[in-house]
């Protein structure tokens, strides 16, 4: 049989293991033929395909991005594309496909098993804002750059007694402001999950003023928002799924930091940098299990599921469970992270 593999969405340090693991289980266990699909369903719409053999996958398991390419093209946007997917993917005699995303690639997955494309998904996205799994390969990566990031900005927040924002990814989640803050030690954390006071936060600043401690460090999520308001957004124009481009909230707190209190502050955006370059050790070996697992899924003819861990294990779930919903974070992980607030 052959099988396609894709990257579809904002790219994550993993891809390249996925892809790894799949040609390498697939060849040589089960005699696949493994093609790469290029930039996400992009690629099956316009017959862009790429090769893979041992060679072509080999050395790039540190790698970041995708040799595959990505897009966030939306098949369902065109009446007739599902069915132009259906057409190229028989012409190329691609059997199965493993779709490699966050929750708009793995939605159009489900939504061809409708139509007939057998499909397996890999969780992908720094976020870790999908359904049913404990975690998300990339997202490890990002945590430890956001946290390494925070390190830095604490000696020189204390050389210069200022107040220190760290705006970081995740879209509606805080996954990535929670775990970097409580690894980073910030002494506020603020997540879309938990509208924020601005006054709350001046009061956590304050407070660690009269302990003598006249600096801050604050990391706060790209979609976290004011009580009562909305999220910043960079830009209003969406993309095929519909998202906006989020962006600007570390500068709207600065500014309103500096006016309710007289303290320097200065606004750090990180941007890109935390999804970019290599995966650390731990997304290495998640984003392997997860390539395993999905060309063991094809193999056992398991198709419209998607693997995933829970706990230490992986298992697989049924895409239909997966798309659509949001994993919020943890609020007992925020609770013990708030201990260390102001
Ligand atoms: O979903 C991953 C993510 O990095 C989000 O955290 C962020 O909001 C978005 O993608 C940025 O996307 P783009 O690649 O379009 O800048």
Redesign the pocket.
């Known amino acids: 049989m052959k099988v396609g593999i894709l990257s579809g969405?904002?790219d994550a340090p993993g891809i390249n293991a996925v892809v790894r693991a799949i040609v390498r289980k697939g060849i040589q266990n089960y005699r696949y033929e493994i093609v790469g699909i290029k930039e996400g369903w992009r690629g099956l719409l316009e017959n862009e395909f790429l090769p893979l053999d041992l060679k072509a996958s080999s050395g790039i398991l540190p790698r970041g991005g995708s040799i595959l390419g990505t897009s966030r093209t939306n098949p369902f946007k065109n009446k007739d594309e599902p069915e132009k997917i259906m057409k190229n993917a028989k012409n190329a005699g691609i059997g199965a496909v493993v779709a490699i995303g966050?929750d708009d690639t793995l939605s159009v997955a489900y939504k061809m098993g409708e139509f007939g494309l057998k499909c397996v998904g890999v969780p992908k996205?720094?976020?870790n804002d999908l359904a049913g799994t404990d975690y998300t390969f990339g997202f490890n990566t990002a945590v430890s750059i956001a946290t390494e990031a925070l390190d830095r900005l604490h000696t020189t927040a204390e050389t210069h007694q200022r107040v220190m924002i760290l705006e970081v990814?995740?879209?509606y989640s805080g996954w990535i402001a929670l775990e970097a803050g409580l690894a980073g030690g910030a002494d506020v954390i603020l997540v879309p999950e938990k509208p924020f006071d601005i006054k709350e936060v001046c009061k956590y600043i304050k407070r660690r003023q009269k302990r003598g401690r006249n600096f801050s460090i604050i990391v706060v999520a790209?979609g976290a928002k004011p009580k009562g308001g909305q999220e910043i957004v960079y830009s209003e124009s969406v993309?095929q799924f519909g998202h906006i481009?989020?962006g600007g909230i570390g500068y709207y707190l600065g500014k309103k930091i500096e006016k309710c209190m007289e303290i320097e502050t200065r606004v750090v955006v990180l941007g890109?940098i935390q999804?970019g370059g290599s995966p650390t050790a731990f997304d290495r070996i998640l984003a392997t299990q997860f390539g395993i697992g999905a060309i063991d899924l094809v193999h056992r003819k398991k198709f419209g599921r998607m693997v995933a861990i829970k706990g230490n294990r992986i298992v697989s779930v049924p895409l239909k469970d997966v798309i659509g919903k949001r994993k919020t974070v943890d609020m007992e992980l925020y609770n013990i992270a708030s201990v260390f607030f102001g």
């Open positions: 969405g904002g966050g996205t720094i976020d990814m995740g879209r790209e993309d481009r989020l890109h999804r």
